[in-house]
């Protein structure tokens, strides 16, 4: 791990997590599905190893979003938390902005570019800035 836990939760605090290994990936979902989900252009992704996930405090409310697939958000205040998916059974994917400190994993490769919308920047672009 890096100098400190990696660790997050909802906005209004009712959620916490814990990650007990470093991101295996960080993207930029922009798939219709997510765009949907989190309400925004774009949704910031980690990949953990499912069996680093450790939920502290709460219960976050489940559902599925496709057949596949099933997304886990703070029943309160909305926030969305994670994204697994039946074929990476191994892995779970972390909503970046609900960790403590986001600024530790930019995303860098965009995934579903094909769903982008048109005004979206992508992370090359960002990055080239």
Known sequence: MKDKEL?????????????????????????TDCRKAAGAQSVAWITVPLESYTIVTGDPKQYHSSPKVTRTFCSDCGTPLTYRHEDRGRDID??????DDPERYPPTKDIFDRDRLSWVKTTTDIVKQ
């Open 7 to 31: 660790s997050g939760g909802c906005s209004c605090g009712k959620i916490r997590y814990n990650l007990k290994a470093e991101p295996v990936s960080a993207a930029m979902c922009h798939c």
């Open 94 to 99: 972390i909503t970046t902005g609900s960790l």
